[in-house]
């Protein structure tokens, strides 16, 4: 609920409908329990009096999005070091008399790229010389790359930008160590596309900083494999679509490689931690990450019920209508352990399964998203289960009678908790089995839906019908 004790941050940018800084930063103030708000604000022009504006009515903090990263620095009291160098501002923090600029983009593609490897141990290729590259130049400069190369296709903009780079990052460092100043001068490299081959780095790291990928039909900057086998780890800024040629071409060459979503997070990470001056606990991080990939590129369906409820089968026919990938939990351990369900239970107990079923539960709220997941009929049997099924997506509950239950696995011979048993005791261990599991199954439902006489494929587009009217 907002107070009168609420913080305001927000965003100044146009176009800014599609933006996805409220939902970030909203999600993380939830998160660490901030009594603070995030919102948007379409600014048409003069961004410097929008600015104004916002420091006369207390707002704590802003973000600046195109086209005003340049524009609003004319405005503010102070700009971060980081940040006039680059010669674009992203981030305003309340000063005395005014906001001062920081640019936080060098921070969220540095620690991107710290999750893969050290960059300092690199060259760098950079590819486009646009206003998304000079962040990432001056990030490989600062970092501590021998070379960063600018690839692109006008040499002269690539020239233009690594005069500057250079230029800038030698006066920053004179000042403190003549001699990184001598050598620096020469850190940046222009290299037209045609001229790539002259690159003469091994296992550089490779960014992709061009638009080339937000449109359909959309080819590389660079089309040469030879180029891309070079490269010890790819990085695409564009995060939407997921799948970029960039990204495409890095997983046919079998080069490790990821895209802008986590540059984007921890960007927004760095500007909150400015505006409060409190630092965001790794665990809240993780949590606004998995939420904004889910955000971004579809929440999960999460199958429950008992066994025979038709979880596998409905998953795969709701992977066949939706495009999601389907996993099913029981298939992952069985594909982990190298066991089968039975083995596990003969072997170890009932116990270590559901361990095995919870510790894959819990790296999964982490970890996926636009999927289909079936999840084992006694999944429920943990309490603390239930968080982690609601926070990985969707659930869906799928109700079968005992006597559907019974027809559908009398003949399955992996179901350890039926092993060796005759229709009447089958059906009372079905019935005593369920009616422990209802209510910590309706503690976790979103959606529950009957299987009785009805298909798989009539289920799944069911699930899909009251799945969009939840939305």
């Known amino acids: 609920m907002i ?31 901030e009594d603070s708000v995030y919102t948007a604000f379409h600014v048409s022009d003069e961004p410097d009096k929008a600015a104004e504006g916002a420091f006369a009515m207390g707002v704590e903090g802003l973000n600046i999005t195109v086209p005003f990263k340049q524009d609003i620095m004319k405005s503010l009291v102070d700009i971060d070091r980081t940040a006039e160098a680059i010669g674009a501002v992203n981030t305003l923090v309340r000063a005395e008399n005014g906001y001062k600029g920081y640019n936080t983009d060098v921070y969220g593609i540095k620690r991107a790229l710290d999750e893969f490897l050290d960059i300092s141990e690199h060259d760098a290729v950079i590819l486009g010389a646009g206003g998304a590259a000079r962040a990432v130049v001056y990030m490989c400069m600062e970092s501590g790359c021998a070379k960063v190369y600018i690839v692109n296709r006008t040499i002269e903009k690539a020239k233009a930008l690594a005069d500057e780079m250079n230029r800038k990052f030698s006066a920053m460092t ?45 080819g590389l900057l660079v089309d040469d494999d030879s180029f ?33 979503l986590s540059m984007l997070l921890y960007q927004a990470v760095k500007s909150h931690e400015l505006w409060t001056g409190r630092e965001i606990p790794e665990e809240a991080v993780r949590k606004t990450y998995a939420a904004l990939r889910k955000k971004v590129y579809g929440d999960n369906i999460v199958l429950t019920g008992f066994m025979g409820s038709g979880k596998s089968s409905v998953g795969r026919e709701l992977a066949a209508i939706t495009g999601m990938q389907f996993l099913d939990m029981d298939a992952e351990i069985v594909r982990e352990t190298g066991l089968s369900i039975n083995e596990i239970f003969s072997k170890y107990g009932e116990e270590e399964f559901r361990k095995l079923e919870h510790n894959m539960l819990v790296s999964f709220s982490d970890e996926l998203y636009g999927t289909i997941v079936s999840t084992g009929g006694g999944v429920v049997v943990r309490e603390d289960n239930i968080p982690y099924l609601k926070e990985l997506g969707k659930v869906v509950y799928l109700d079968a009678s005992d ?34 599991r209802l209510v910590k199954y309706g503690r976790a439902l979103d959606i529950c839906i009957s299987t009785d006489d009805k298909s798989a494929s009539d289920i799944a587009r069911e699930i899909v019908s009251r799945i969009q009217s939840l939305t």
């Open 3 to 33: 107070k009168g004790s609420t913080k305001l941050f927000g965003i100044f940018g146009n176009p800014i409908e599609h933006t996805l800084s409220p939902f970030i930063h909203n999600t993380l103030a939830e998160i660490i329990d």
């Open 174 to 218: 004179s000042t403190s160590d003549s001699a990184s100043a001598m050598t620096s001068t020469s850190v940046a490299v222009p290299v037209a596309v045609s001229d790539i081959s002259t690159i003469d780095s091994e296992q550089f790291v490779l960014i992709q900083c061009t638009s080339l990928g937000l449109k359909p039909g959309d």
């Open 228 to 260: 891309y086998e070079k490269a010890a780890f790819g990085y695409d800024l564009i995060y939407n679509p997921k799948e970029t040629p960039f990204t495409k071409k890095l997983a046919e060459i079998g080069i490790a490689g990821d895209n802008g």
């Open 403 to 436: 006597e559907t239950v019974y027809e559908r696995v009398k003949d399955d011979t992996g179901r350890p908790l039926l092993k060796d048993c005759d229709r009447e005791t089958a059906l009372k261990r079905i019935a005593d089995l369920k009616s422990g």
